[in-house]
């Protein structure tokens, strides 16, 4: 978890001086992206298409700047709900162009690329920008990335964990709110170095790993995490292997070749979100202990199935979480040699 108190991790890490940090001075220019975003004060009224900058912006304290929310896959975090609650949702899922732009945001901030980009499901970024609206990308999405190749992009670098501190810095520095920004990161960082140092004395040379995030269909192959992403990132932070070698972000593989690759545990996604059967975890628990294929596997047989929310698989604040969730269960399991 997160550390609770500022306190502790100022006086553990010698952060006092961040409560120093500058203002920013505006005009601010931010290159985001490919495009260059200036801003002359910082916004009062910003919409997330995204659950992770969404819970971002509230980490930093600027729920009152939001005037509404989209793309939800888990529900908000509890710390965060009682400012949830005063934020309008414009959608579940992806926002139409006009109900955005009808909250007359001075920021769009966007998780994914595929909402906000080339081929948006919301709209362009020069849509947007002709109505001199700034929509700030999530670098984790958008750099050393194709989101034209593959359902959901393919990586053509690893994801980087800067990308993410970057986000939360560069929003800090748009909204005026950098010390917030700085201490937020700190925080990351500490939970970071706590989820590796859990494991670090375990042996994980011959451990694999594979994450489920949902299927369009029970029947069908199911939407894995490849190999250069963030769960991979989380699985090489920890020192474990993904048996997926795909450079897709969540390509379709058989269960007859996972069944083959024999992971030694298993990842599954819990969401809110119902867009697919599969989506509901119960269900993957069911479809892994009935299927012929997948009940033999070793992970399903020994029971080594690790459940984490969606979105602690994506570029956001609950990846930390999930790494420690992770880190726990690992440290728990008597691994074969």
Known sequence: MLLPRFATLCTGLGLCALAQAAPTQYPLTVENCGSTLTFQQAP?????????????????GLSDRLVGTSLWFNDVLGRYKTENDKVPRLADNEPSFEAVIGKRPQLVAVELEWMVGPQGAVGTREQFHELQIPTYLMPSDCEAKDNLVGADGTRLEAFRIDSLYKSVSQLAAIFDVQARGEKLNAELKASLAKSIAMVQNKDLKHTSALFWFSSASLDIDPYVAGHKGIPDFMLNTLGVRNVVQSDEEWPTVGWETIAKANPTFLVIARMDRRRFPADDHEKKLAFLRSDPVTRNMDAVKNNRIIILDAMAMQASLRMFDGLETLATAINGYDLPK
Request: hydrophobic share 45%; glycine share 12%.
């Open 44 to 60: 009062s009224r910003a919409v997330t298409i995204g659950q992770a900058g969404t819970e971002m912006l509230y980490a930093m």
